[in-house]
Structures are given as C-alpha cells and as structure tokens.
C-alpha cells in the first residue's frame, strides 16, 4: 500500500458514492475507527462509539431503511421542488446512487454518540462538535488506505424524515436507549478515482481582521 501525504488526502477525500463489494480486511476498518477516536471532543469526553456492520443481510436492511429515508427525503421533497436550482438537483441526483446502492460497498460504519443530544443549542454544538471531527479523521483514515467513503445522515437518529425509520436502523444494531446513530459512512474500495471536491475558490469564505476585511498589504 503506497502512502500519502497529510495535503494529498485533505484535498482528494471527496465523496465516493460508488464503491466496490470487496471485503476490507479488518485491520484496515479498525484502523479507521481508531483513527477517528484521535479527534478532539468536548472536555475530552469521548462520548461516541462505532458500529461496523459487515454481513451482507445486515448492511441490506440497514440500506433498505436508507432507502426509505432517501425516497421521503430526496425523490419526494427536494427533486420534486420545481424551484430548486441546476447545483443542488445535480448533488441530490447523485446522492440517490446511496439511496438505492448503499449495501454495495465493503462495509457501513455507523457512527453513535453515547448520549441523547438535547433540544439545547449549547449542548447540541458539543456533541455534534465531538462525532463529526471524528467522522472526518474516519473519512481521511480511510482515504489513506485506498479506501472511498461518504457521510450519511438521512437513515440517522437526526434524519430530517419520519423518526421510524431511524428506529428501524437502531433495532437493527441493537443500540441502547441511550446510544443515537448520528451518521452512516459506507465505505469501500473506490470504482472511480479520488479527486479534488468541487468547491467554490476559498477566498470567497475568506475575511481577515473583521467579516468582508481584506489583508493587509505586508501579509
């Protein structure tokens, strides 16, 4: 396995929907949540756990669930907005290859917190501020072993769609009461090549000093 530099996978671990069946070797996919776990938490609390789902029926039901929450989601709600625009129809199209494929990869991963998060901003940005940092050191772990991943939330226990299917996906892992799925990372052998995300010139999100201040002219 050849290596990568830290900016090669920053800048080429996009979203890689369509992946191969293959079986990963399992010290590859416990590298992965290993890696995840090194990311900061709030007060170092650590409050997340990972479900590695690799039989073929489980990761089917598991998709079946995601494929209910993709067709009230996206084929029911945004794609058949007449007013959404070009952009996010062609990135919602792209998300139905989940929608219908999610069981075609080598393995789902789901990532929990370990606590109900609260109808509280304040509490709610610690722990979504604690899994999703841990997501994103799953998703470069993965990218420097060759591997495609991509981060799903519409089968969670925060899906913006009917709180059953969420359910279905909990029975299914046998989760705790007080565990919550927070998002499903398939991940797998890539079918197409990574790449650099297609995102808009960074210095349009830039601002130095003050919102909308330009750099000084010895910077």
Known sequence: MSKISLEEGLFTARAIRRLETTPIPRVDLEYVVEAATMAPSAGNMQLWSFVVVTDREQMSAIAEAHREAGGIYIREGVLADPDIDEERR??????????????????????????????????????????????????????????????????????????????????????????????????????RPFGRPDRRPFRECLHWQRWGGAPSQDA
């Open 90 to 191: 062609r990135v919602y199209k792209s998300a139905l290859h989940n929608v219908d494929h999610l069981d075609q990869a080598g393995a789902i991963i789901v990532a929990c917190l370990t606590m109900p998060c609260p109808d509280d901003a304040q509490v709610a940005s610690g722990l979504f501020g604690s899994i999703f940092p841990a997501v994103q050191n799953l998703i470069l772990a993965a990218r420097g072993r060759g591997l495609g991943t991509v981060l799903i939330t519409l089968a969670s226990d925060y899906s913006p769609v009917k709180p059953k299917v969420a359910r279905r996906v909990r029975d299914l892992l046998d989760l705790p009461k007080h565990v919550r799925a927070a998002a499903l990372v398939p991940i797998g052998y890539p079918q």
